[in-house]
Every structure is written in structure tokens, then in C-alpha cells.
């Protein structure tokens, strides 16, 4: 089933809603609108009322609303709320500060039709294409700054070397014995530096798909889905 309502709202103004099927999701909506009163400005919070579960994202004076089945779980329709929440104000601009209320309907509710069929039936292929893509690019550079980092290394260790086997006919025996211990010292030296580089590349790397997988987990670069959902617990009971 997936999402089945979804609305955009001022404070208390809907500015635009729609809904695929007959229920009192308006009516529930609404009641939701006057409890967010309570709260700040920007949070994210979903609500039960069986069997359904709505979910609310309020961010920059705007409230995006929408109601989905239980299986949806949270991240498609957060996902939603906010490609709704970029298109509202992409496409209304200062508009949405001062409009009356219903004045975006007539436009935007196609919108919202539109992309709650999108996210119901095929919720994921952007957002996950779009997550390959930034993992093999960040690997593909972090692999070639190692390959360019080792190549380096090798090529001081050959020119080490070849000074190595010009100085000795030029050398007596000792001067060419310290002549290699101080070769060996250096490539060590070379050898310790490139494992320190290549080590913190690596970490990066790691560190960076765990990023990226909990910024497509919490719905945003900030990961402000989770760190406000952390918060409205705390401070938002279920209403139902």
C-alpha cells in the first residue's frame, strides 16, 4: 500500500494535501498540526493510529505530513517528506510564508500524488543509485592516491639505489657500507611514511561508507532525522 496521504502546511494553514484513498487521515492530520504547536520549530516525529502510522517533518516554518502502512517502516516516507518538502519550496519559493490556506492545492496536490506513487512503488532506486555512486567515486580516488603514494615510494627507493651503485667504484669500503646503512634507514623511513598514508586512507575510506550510509539512513547530510528524532521522544508522546 505504502503512502496514502501526504500535506504541507503552515502552522495551522495546509497549503496542499492529497489523499489516494477514503479515510479521516485530514481529520488526524489536523489534530496532529495542533499538537506539533507544542514543540520546536524544525523536529521530525511519526505517530501511530492503527493501522496506519503518520509521519512529520517540520523544518524553516514549513510541517510536511504524510500517512503510511505500518510496513513502510520510516525511512521511505521520511524520504519522502523531504523530496516533498525540496519541491514545495523549490517551486514556491517566499510564496509559502504568506499564501492562504489551499492556495498551492490546485498545482502541488498532483505533486504529491505523483510522488507518493513514486516512493510507494519504487521508494529506493534513486536514493540507493545515488549512494553506489558517491562509494565507488570516493573509492576510486582514495585507491588511486594509494597507487600514487606507493609508486612514489618506489621510485625514491630506486634512486637510492642507483646512487648506491654509482658511489661505490667512487668509494672505498666504508665510506660505501655507511653509504648503505644510511640508504636502508631512508627506504625505512619511506617504507613506515607510506604505511602511515596508506593506513589513514583506508580509515577514511571506512569511515566515509559509514557516513554516507547514515546519511541515507537518517534522510540528510546532518543526519537531522536521527539526532531530532532523539529529541522529539523525549519530548513528543504518541498521540493514539
Known amino acids: 500500500m505504502g503512502i496514502l496521504y501526504g500535506m504541507v502546511a503552515r502552522g495551522q494553514v495546509v ?27 524544525n523536529c521530525i516525529s511519526s505517530f501511530s493510529h492503527h493501522p496506519y502510522i503518520f509521519h512529520v517533518k517540520g523544518t524553516d516554518g514549513l510541517t510536511v505530513l504524510c500517512m503510511a502502512d505500518d510496513a513502510s517502516r ?21 510564496a509559502v510564508h ?7 492545492n490546485d498545482e502541488f496536490s498532483r505533486v504529491l500524488c505523483q510522488q507518493m506513487d513514486h516512493f ?17 567515486q570516493v573509492q576510486s580516488v582514495l585507491i588511486d592516491n594509494i597507487e600514487k603514494a606507493l609508486e612514489r615510494g618506489d621510485r625514491l627507493a630506486l634512486l637510492v639505489e642507483k646512487a648506491i651503485t654509482m658511489q661505490q667504484p667512487m668509494q672505498g669500503n666504508n665510506s660505501t657500507v655507511a653509504l648503505k646503512r644510511k ?10 611514511r607510506d604505511c602511515k598514508f596508506t593506513a589513514t586512507l583506508m580509515l577514511l575510506f571506512l569511515l566515509t561508507i559509514v557516513y554516507v550510509s547514515l546519511a541515507f539512513v537518517c534522510n540528510g547530510l546532518f543526519l537531522s532525522s536521527c539526532f531530532n528524532h532523539m529529541t522529539m521522544a523525549s519530548v513528543v508522546p504518541h498521540m493514539f
Open 15 to 41: 497549503l496542499a494535501e492529497f489523499s489516494a484513498t477514503q479515510t479521516n487521515a485530514s481529520v488526524v492530520a489536523r489534530l496532529i498540526l495542533e499538537k506539533m504547536k507544542e514543540v520546536k520549530n
Open 74 to 94: 520510516r525511512i521511505i516516507p521520511f524520504a519522502f517528506l523531504e523530496d516533498i518538502h525540496k519541491k514545495f519550496v523549490k517551486t514556491f519559493g517566499r
Open 120 to 136: 510507494s512503488r519504487n521508494p529506493n532506486v534513486d536514493r540507493l543509485n545515488r549512494l553506489k555512486g558517491e562509494m565507488n
Open 98 to 104: 504568506s499564501a492562504s490556506a489551499y492556495a498551492m
Open 183 to 192: 640508504a636502508r634507514s631512508y627506504k625505512n623511513v619511506i617504507w613506515w
